[in-house]
């Protein structure tokens, strides 16, 4: 069973400041994926950033970076030049492979509340 | 511009009384999902739909139903609400070709 990681329940940051949110996973899949989605306190949950596992380099999305350790099973979010609407809920999530009628199973892990601050 | 939209946003039903939360989507995705999201807690998928086929999560209880009469809509029936059922339900959409998934912004619903 997949099982996604997050250690911090919440982070504080400077406006401006870069901040990395850190996701641990655990598979046994050889192909995956790993996605982060921002949750404000409106409820939608908006995807930010998609990992391949066979993907050679790292995903960027604008301010948002992915920093894909395979070996270390890590994809720990960065947010650059933080901003007040950064603040908000930040879920990984990991894609299970080969789900039976299609689709894209999404396993997310407890999240990260993101507060930014002048 | 393309969107998943959720209807009500907010619903308030009495225990035991049917519920029907509605999503609709113009992106044309042959995927729809919905999860529910418990106060403070991660999504957990219910079940979903591909094309019109559903596909039900082993853990999902009988009390959740759902039906998609066409690509654009799908919903969720609560046949018999519990306290335990106040939550945030997400509907979103994906296609086969790409991963990610695109969520409307939720309903909120209450049990009393």
């Known amino acids: 069973a997949q099982k996604i990681t997050q250690t911090q329940p919440g982070m504080f940051v400077q406006e401006k400041e870069a901040v990395t949110l850190d996701c641990t996973y655990d598979?046994?899949?050889?192909?995956?994926?790993l996605f982060w989605y921002k949750q404000p306190s409106s409820g939608e949950m908006i995807f930010l950033i998609y990992?391949?596992?066979?993907?050679?380099q790292n995903a960027t999305e604008g301010r948002y970076s992915l920093n894909f350790q395979k070996a270390r099973k890590s994809a720990n979010l960065v947010i650059s030049a933080s901003q007040l609407g950064d603040s908000a809920m930040y879920f990984c999530?990991?894609?299970?492979?080969?789900?039976?009628?299609?689709?894209?199973?999404?396993?997310f892990g407890t999240g990260t509340q993101l507060k930014v601050e002048l | 511009d393309a969107m998943v939209i959720q209807n009500p946003r907010y619903q308030v039903t009495q225990f035991g009384k049917p519920v029907t939360l509605s999503c609709s989507q113009t992106?044309?995705?042959?995927?729809m999902y919905w999860y529910q999201q418990k106060s403070s807690q991660a999504p957990k998928l219910l079940f979903h739909?591909?094309?019109?086929?559903?596909?039900n999560e082993a853990d999902t209880p009988d009390n959740f139903q759902s039906r998609r009469p066409n690509t654009s809509f799908c919903f969720l029936d609560i046949r018999s609400p519990g306290l335990g059922d106040a939550a945030m339900y997400l509907c979103?959409?994906?296609?086969?070709?790409?991963?990610?998934?695109?969520f409307g912004p939720g309903t909120r619903l209450t049990v009393t």
């Open positions: 990992q391949g596992s066979y993907d050679e």
């Open positions: 598979t046994s899949d050889q192909s995956y994926g």
């Open positions: 992106l044309n995705h042959n995927v």
């Open positions: 999530a990991m894609r299970e492979e080969g789900v039976t009628g299609g689709g894209n199973k999404l396993t």
């Open positions: 979103a959409t994906s296609t086969q070709a790409r991963y990610e998934q695109y």
């Open positions: 739909y591909y094309d019109k086929d559903f596909n």
